[in-house]
């Protein structure tokens, strides 16, 4: 017998949901056909056969969270009988994770959010019973403080809507250092679990707003000209390129002028790296939330060449099927929300880079140009940056610069030579 | 302050270092063997006069000029201890103990485990400490953890003229070692009521100076003054401070601590020591250990550098300021 066992698709990740099974109890397999399909924080992964066989067993059930090591199916490998010996072996080559434990959803649960809190607001908990690591804390970093504790007894979890400790915490005593007063009473709805893409994305924006000190500054751009040009290319018959696509290329001409903006900042070695790739990640929405596929190498892409690439990754990120290269590796990141509607933002910067900038709903405005009021098309951009690396004053030099290209395009030809 | 005077005790305004005389003096006159050894103790009155007068008063066979040997004072006041004498051994400056070090560890601290408490060492060793007198780097050493390390021994530090008396005769009285550490900065730094009679200060037993809600300070010796400052001007900015002037270190009032972190929850701690291995460290981990779940912050300390104490120029900056304090209070109150 083989057992296959989930494995770190990628990144150190620790723990999978299966989506589907890809094959039944029975079926003949193929080495490498595709078994199960597993969600992980980032990506959807396929799990596929080791050896030739038969499917013998299959361990875990759909939408399962099962942790890597943890073997899922079972096969029966295909020639002459197999002899323990054999299979013992063949195991251990598959597969160097040697155990096979399932996992304690509710332990895994608890490790993944160890929450901070005072020793005195930890007595207070432990005084009341309630379970401190099912408090969400509004103090400072997350930390639970006593109100929130309190808060706790008398409205139950609001955030964490999981578990069956939910049950329990709601049916604990008073507090003990409060007064009783008589909550109105919430009836609580359908719930959605907290986990997978949606928690990876709630950890990621938490750990960066509270290491990165963001600054957001807003600009306008007339993006008319850019509009006509691509019009005018249209009708001659050149293949459409998006709006997104020049703002892209605008943005690498100016991260070239303003490097600090496509950087990490190394807090350990107290240095700025600046990055020699421009890799520009995509904020997209998908069904599954968030997520920012990454265009590699925009300074190397023509504008036609950025926006296929644009179009490619966009459409596997809305099948969830993007790889592991396609979402790293980003340099700078954009958030396209003009399409959505929204008219200003203070985006969270995606750590560890330095810098974001998104773009909103484009629409024809009153202009005075020339001391004549004219229609334009206006757009706003809100740019995020870290306020350690960069100030103000660069930040919005670098918005300026940008607005110069695509205000008047032909000046990034002159880039382009 | 806790500073008791009873209306009908006839009392004196002494300084610090008027106040240790006088216990001694008050002690002296009471009991024919108590004994005072010490480099120019005698016709001198002491580096700072701290025994002046003494030896015109009991003479040179109870007040004894001894040579420059702290060794010898020390081992000398413990053969006399065991036999019979309740020796006071000066050190000029605590700084200088350190050749006497091996005596009071290897003999003064162990003789009543030794003997199964057939013998004890009723002997007090008193030495000036600290800085902020513009004294060479030795003599600012505050070296107190030496000795608070050291099982057999007390180790008092007196921050006021009305503790140091009865500190000193309860010192005195005491069966067994005590180191009393003097706060030179203090010595005269100002002047207090101390009763004219024989009284005593209890040693192991701290003093709550002032009363507060939000954060316990604590301190001893030179550094209460400096607390007093930080506290008063953070209950201008609306922080109740409550202010324990510990006064003994060996051993710890522990109820006197935990009573008061056990309301407050937070903890600056403040001495002019370095900070690895000061006695601050020992507070800490008695509040960890009975008064944990009460904390709302971590606790803080206030302490010296790691560095031997500066000359002069620079000890003002070694030395825990006021301003110090106040940002440690500030970051344990809105931690």
């Given at each position: 017998?083989?057992?296959?066992?989930?494995?770190?698709?990628?990144?150190?990740?620790?723990?999978?949901?299966?989506?589907?099974?890809?094959?039944?109890?029975?079926?003949?397999?193929?080495?490498?056909?595709?078994?199960?399909?597993?969600?992980?924080?980032?990506?959807?992964?396929?799990?596929?056969?080791?050896?030739?066989?038969?499917?013998?067993?299959?361990?875990?059930?759909?939408?399962?969270?099962?942790?890597?090591?943890?073997?899922?199916?079972?096969?029966?490998?295909?020639?002459?009988?197999?002899?323990?010996?054999?299979?013992?072996?063949?195991?251990?080559?598959?597969?160097?994770?040697?155990?096979?434990?399932?996992?304690?959803?509710?332990?895994?649960?608890?490790?993944?959010?160890?929450?901070?809190?005072?020793?005195?607001?930890?007595?207070?908990?432990?005084?009341?019973?309630?379970?401190?690591?099912q408090v969400s804390g509004t103090g400072p970093a997350g930390r639970v403080t006593d109100e929130d504790v309190f808060?706790?007894?008398?409205?139950?979890?609001?955030?964490?809507?999981?578990?069956?400790?939910?049950?329990?915490?709601?049916?604990?005593?008073?507090?003990?250092?409060?007064?009783?007063?008589?909550?109105?009473?919430?009836?609580?709805?359908?719930?959605?679990?907290?986990?997978?893409?949606?928690?990876?994305?709630?950890?990621?924006?938490?750990?960066?707003?509270?290491?990165?000190?963001?600054?957001?500054?807003?600009?306008?751009?007339?993006?008319?000209?850019?509009?006509?040009?691509?019009?005018?290319?249209?009708?001659?018959?050149?293949?459409?390129?998006?709006?997104?696509?020049?703002?892209?290329?605008?943005?690498?001409?100016?991260?070239k002028e303003y490097p600090v903006f496509n950087a990490v900042l190394d807090e350990e070695k107290e240095e700025i790296?600046?990055?020699?790739?421009?890799?520009?990640?995509?904020?997209?929405?998908?069904?599954?939330?968030?997520?920012?596929?990454?265009?590699?190498?925009?300074?190397?892409?023509?504008?036609?060449?950025?926006?296929?690439?644009?179009?490619?990754?966009?459409?596997?990120?809305?099948?969830?099927?993007?790889?592991?290269?396609?979402?790293?590796?980003?340099?700078?990141?954009?958030?396209?929300?003009?399409?959505?509607?929204?008219?200003?933002?203070?985006?969270?910067?995606?750590?560890?880079?330095?810098?974001?900038?998104?773009?909103?709903?484009?629409?024809?405005?009153?202009?005075?140009?020339?001391?004549?009021?004219?229609?334009?098309?206006?757009?706003?951009?809100?740019?995020?940056?870290?306020?350690?690396?960069?100030?103000?004053?660069?930040?919005?030099?670098?918005?300026?610069?940008?607005?110069?290209?695509?205000?008047?395009?032909?000046?990034?030809?002159?880039?382009?030579? | 302050?806790?500073?008791?005077?009873?209306?009908?005790?006839?009392?004196?305004?002494?300084?610090?270092?008027?106040?240790?005389?006088?216990?001694?003096?008050?002690?002296?006159?009471?009991?024919?063997?108590?004994?005072?050894?010490?480099?120019?103790?005698?016709?001198?009155?002491?580096?700072?006069?701290?025994?002046?007068?003494?030896?015109?008063?009991?003479?040179?066979?109870?007040?004894?000029?001894?040579?420059?040997?702290?060794?010898?004072?020390?081992?000398?006041?413990?053969?006399?201890?065991?036999?019979?004498?309740?020796?006071?051994?000066?050190?000029?400056?605590?700084?200088?103990?350190?050749?006497?070090?091996?005596?009071?560890?290897?003999?003064?601290?162990?003789?009543?485990?030794?003997?199964?408490?057939?013998?004890?060492?009723?002997?007090?060793?008193?030495?000036?400490?600290?800085?902020?007198?513009?004294?060479?780097?030795?003599?600012?050493?505050?070296?107190?953890?030496?000795?608070?390390?050291?099982?057999?021994?007390?180790?008092?530090?007196?921050?006021?003229?009305?503790?140091?008396?009865?500190?000193?005769?309860?010192?005195?009285?005491?069966?067994?070692?005590?180191?009393?550490?003097?706060?030179?900065?203090?010595?005269?730094?100002?002047?207090?009521?101390?009763?004219?009679?024989?009284?005593?200060?209890?040693?192991?037993?701290?003093?709550?100076?002032?009363?507060?809600?939000?954060?316990?300070?604590?301190?001893?010796?030179?550094?209460?003054?400096?607390?007093q400052k930080a506290v008063e001007q953070m209950s201008g900015d609306g922080v109740s401070c409550e202010l324990l002037?510990?006064?003994?270190?060996?051993?710890?009032?522990?109820?006197?601590?935990?009573?008061?972190?056990?309301?407050?929850?937070?903890?600056?701690?403040?001495?002019?020591?370095?900070?690895?291995?000061?006695?601050?460290?020992?507070?800490?981990?008695?509040?960890?250990?009975?008064?944990?779940?009460?904390?709302?912050?971590?606790?803080?300390?206030?302490?010296?550098?790691?560095?031997?104490?500066?000359?002069?120029?620079?000890?003002?900056?070694?030395?825990?300021?006021?301003?110090?304090?106040?940002?440690?209070?500030?970051?344990?109150?809105?931690?």
């Open positions: 017998m083989v057992e296959v066992k989930l494995h770190d698709v990628g990144e150190g990740m620790t723990e999978g949901e299966i989506t589907q099974y890809l094959v039944n109890v029975g079926d003949h397999v193929k080495i490498d056909q595709p078994l199960v399909e597993v969600q992980t924080d980032k990506v959807s992964a396929e799990l596929p056969s080791p050896v030739a066989g038969t499917v013998k067993e299959i361990l875990a059930e759909v939408g399962e969270v099962v942790t890597v090591g943890t073997t899922v199916i079972v096969l029966e490998k295909e020639g002459a009988a197999v002899t323990p010996h054999e299979s013992k072996a063949s195991q251990e080559k598959e597969e160097p994770v040697s155990f096979t434990i399932k996992i304690n959803k509710g332990r895994a649960e608890r490790q993944s959010e160890r929450v901070l809190a005072t020793p005195y607001t930890r007595r207070i908990a432990l005084e009341n019973k309630v379970d401190i690591e808060r706790f007894m008398k409205e139950g979890p609001s955030k964490t809507v999981e578990e069956t400790s939910h049950e329990e915490a709601q049916q604990t005593t008073e507090p003990v250092s409060e007064k009783k007063e008589e909550a109105a009473p919430v009836r609580a709805g359908k719930t959605i679990p907290y986990r997978g893409r949606r928690k990876q994305i709630g950890k990621k924006m938490t750990h960066s707003l509270m290491t990165i000190p963001h600054v957001t500054h807003f600009d306008e751009v007339d993006v008319t000209n850019v509009m006509k040009l691509r019009e005018e290319l249209k009708a001659e018959g050149i293949k459409p390129v998006s709006v997104a696509s020049f703002f892209i290329k605008a943005l690498v001409f100016a991260l790296v600046l990055k020699e790739e421009y890799n520009i990640g995509l904020a997209a929405d998908t069904d599954e939330g968030l997520i920012v596929p990454v265009v590699q190498g925009a300074d190397r892409l023509s504008i036609t060449g950025i926006n296929d690439e644009m179009k490619r990754v966009m459409k596997l990120a809305k099948e969830n099927k993007l790889s592991k290269k396609d979402l790293s590796g980003g340099t700078f990141t954009v958030s396209n929300v003009g399409p959505l509607g929204s008219t200003g933002a203070t985006p969270i910067i995606n750590h560890p880079e330095v810098a974001l900038v998104a773009f909103h709903k484009t629409k024809k405005m009153p202009v005075v140009i020339d001391d004549e009021i004219v229609i334009r098309q206006m757009m706003n951009m809100s740019m995020s940056f870290d306020h350690r690396v960069a100030d103000g004053a660069t930040a919005v030099a670098f918005t300026s610069r940008f607005a110069e290209f695509i205000e008047n395009p032909t000046k990034m030809m002159l880039e382009m030579m | 302050m806790t500073t008791k005077t009873m209306t009908e005790v006839k009392t004196n305004k002494l300084t610090l270092v008027q106040a240790v005389t006088d216990g001694m003096r008050t002690m002296m006159k009471e009991h024919d063997d108590i004994l005072v050894l010490g480099e120019d103790v005698g016709q001198n009155g002491g580096v700072f006069r701290a025994t002046e007068g003494l030896v015109h008063e009991f003479g040179e066979d109870r007040v004894i000029d001894t040579p420059l040997a702290e060794a010898g004072i020390v081992g000398t006041s413990i053969g006399l201890a065991i036999n019979g004498f309740r020796p006071i051994a000066e050190m000029q400056f605590l700084g200088f103990v350190y050749p006497a070090y091996e005596q009071i560890m290897t003999h003064a601290s162990r003789i009543r485990s030794r003997t199964m408490s057939k013998f004890s060492v009723p002997m007090v060793i008193r030495a000036p400490y600290g800085g902020g007198i513009r004294a060479p780097e030795i003599h600012s050493d505050s070296v107190e953890a030496l000795f608070t390390h050291m099982p057999g021994i007390k180790v008092v530090v007196p921050s006021n003229p009305y503790d140091a008396k009865g500190l000193l005769i309860a010192a005195i009285e005491d069966p067994d070692p005590v180191l009393f550490m003097e706060p030179m900065r203090s010595y005269r730094a100002f002047k207090a009521d101390v009763p004219e009679s024989k009284y005593t200060v209890e040693i192991g037993k701290a003093a709550t100076l002032t009363e507060g809600e939000d954060v316990t300070v604590i301190a001893w010796g030179n550094m209460v003054s400096v607390a002037d510990l006064r003994t270190l060996y051993p710890l009032d522990r109820e006197t601590i935990v009573e008061s972190v056990k309301k407050t929850g937070r903890v600056v701690i403040i001495h002019e020591a370095p900070e690895t291995g000061g006695a601050g460290n020992d507070v800490m981990a008695l509040i960890n250990d009975e008064a944990f779940l009460y904390l709302r912050a971590p606790m803080t300390k206030v302490a010296g550098f790691d560095a031997p104490f500066p000359f002069f120029a620079l000890e003002e900056e070694y030395l825990p300021t006021p301003a110090r304090v106040k940002h440690a209070i500030k970051e344990a109150v809105t931690f």
